[in-house]
């Protein structure tokens, strides 16, 4: 699975010399952070609409949908940042011996 977002990863960072004309990553870019986490908040508000169907239709396909659409953004916004999306996967492997309460705590603890 990680392939998937290395790959991606690889392909968000070629894009951000791209023209704007021909690049919806580059064109983001040059729009600037703001304008990307506006997409992002656009891609979560979408995915909770979605998720709230789906729990009633039984259909999930919208909210897969949706969720991708807020991942791509979220790498792009990670991205312009200078992250890739392995630093997400190395948080993620992190947390596997940690139980959710337990990390909660240690942010805390960090601050």
Sequence with gaps: ?????????????????????????????????????????????????????????????DVVYETADLWFHSLVALSHLGERPEAVINELARRFDMSGLEEKASRSEQK
């Design 1 to 61: 699975m990680s392939d998937v977002l290395t790959q991606l990863g690889d392909i968000l960072e070629q894009r951000k010399t791209a023209t704007t004309e021909k690049s919806y990553v580059a064109s983001l870019h040059a729009k600037g952070l703001n304008k990307i986490l506006e997409k992002v908040g656009e891609e979560a508000t979408e995915t909770i609409l979605a998720a709230k169907d789906a729990e009633v239709s039984g259909d999930n396909s």
